[in-house]
């Protein structure tokens, strides 16, 4: 669920320059676009489909407000942070190009849930943590989004708090500690740079690689709001969610 997107045209609508474009071809409904039923949704649904796809999509984003304990772990440590979230002004079910299943959108401070790709509860669960880590990174540190090593740095924290964690636990069975912690880094960094790569369509593999290797120790061992790296179906994301008042979160 890689994907910041911009604006990539300001308010007036016209077209700004380069360096904010990154993205927003992702996010068509970002640029006022109304994003054209595709032909087989009209042939065998008609285009009421989107609507149902929004319903369904808003009804998972809010289970997992009510159910999720890491999604209520990470709201909590963001109302702690003076950013509390508002259901309907900081997260917007959408349609996206097909490449993307959610993003966090700086200058709106919203957070994107892809209703067309982003289809089941376990998904909208997985983009809300991963964009909410971006949202209290920005409201935290005033991250800058279009700063390469900020981008890299909430990559590799979103990856490591979330992502690679549930990779590294199905992984577990078979390998030495050292062998997962040695895998789990790398699964981080992999993630982040792919992710690095999705929001900025300008920047090689290699820029993204350095920009992730320089921020990597400092944000890796970064472990706010959660605390530790969780594991899937494992006690973490309870045992996280009931000591957030250790970290200063009712
Ligand atoms: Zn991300």
Same mark, same amino acid.
């Given at each position: 669920?890689?994907?910041?997107?911009? !604006?990539?045209?300001?308010?007036?609508?016209?077209?700004? *320059?380069?360096?904010?474009?990154?993205?927003?071809?992702?996010?068509?409904?970002?640029?006022?676009?109304?994003?054209?039923?595709?032909?087989?949704?009209?042939?065998? %649904?008609?285009?009421?489909? !989107?609507?149902?796809?929004? !319903?369904? =999509?808003?009804?998972? /984003?809010? +289970?997992?407000?009510?159910? #999720?304990?890491?999604?209520?772990?990470?709201?909590?440590?963001?109302?702690?942070?003076?950013? &509390?979230?508002?259901?309907?002004?900081?997260?917007?079910?959408?349609?996206?190009?097909?490449?993307? #299943?959610?993003?966090y959108?700086?200058?709106? +401070?919203?957070?994107? /849930?892809?209703?067309?790709?982003?289809? #089941?509860?376990?998904?909208?669960?997985?983009?809300?943590?991963?964009e909410?880590i971006h949202m209290?990174?920005?409201?935290?540190?005033?991250?800058?989004?279009?700063?390469?090593?900020?981008?890299? =740095?909430t &990559?590799?924290?979103?990856?490591?708090? !979330?992502?690679?964690? %549930?990779?590294? @636990?199905? $992984?577990?069975?078979? $390998?030495?500690? %050292?062998?997962?912690?040695?895998?789990? $880094?790398?699964?981080?960094?992999?993630?982040?740079?792919?992710?690095?790569?999705?929001?900025?369509?300008?920047? #090689?593999?290699?820029? @993204?690689?350095?920009?992730?290797?320089? /921020?990597?120790?400092? =944000?890796?061992? *970064?472990? &706010?709001?959660?605390?530790?790296? /969780?594991?899937?179906?494992?006690?973490?994301?309870?045992?996280?969610?009931? &000591?957030?008042?250790?970290?200063?979160?009712?």
């Amino acid at each position: 669920m890689p994907g910041h997107p911009a !604006t990539g045209q300001d308010q007036a609508g016209a077209p700004v *320059d380069n360096e904010d474009n990154w993205g927003y071809d992702l996010y068509p409904e970002r640029r006022g676009d109304i994003p054209k039923p595709k032909w087989w949704q009209t042939a065998f %649904f008609g285009s009421g489909q !989107t609507n149902v796809e929004k !319903t369904h =999509c808003e009804r998972n /984003v809010y +289970n997992c407000f009510q159910n #999720s304990p890491l999604v209520k772990l990470m709201y909590s440590a963001l109302k702690a942070s003076g950013c &509390e979230i508002d259901l309907r002004r900081h997260i917007a079910c959408e349609v996206c190009d097909i490449k993307v #299943s959610g993003g966090y959108d700086p200058k709106f +401070n919203q957070i994107v /849930v892809c209703q067309n790709t982003a289809r #089941s509860s376990g998904m909208v669960q997985a983009i809300l943590i991963h964009e909410m880590i971006h949202m209290f990174d920005a409201c935290r540190h005033q991250l800058d989004f279009k700063n390469i090593h900020h981008l890299a =740095c909430t &990559e590799i924290r979103a990856a490591n708090l !979330t992502h690679c964690s %549930f990779m590294s @636990a199905m $992984a577990q069975g078979d $390998a030495s500690f %050292f062998r997962i912690k040695q895998q789990h $880094a790398e699964c981080v960094k992999t993630k982040a740079i792919g992710s690095v790569l999705a929001v900025r369509p300008d920047v #090689s593999k290699e820029e @993204a690689r350095a920009a992730v290797d320089k /921020v990597f120790t400092k =944000c890796y061992n *970064d472990l &706010e709001p959660i605390g530790r790296r /969780v594991r899937r179906n494992s006690a973490d994301m309870m045992r996280a969610y009931t &000591e957030r008042g250790n970290y200063g979160y009712d």
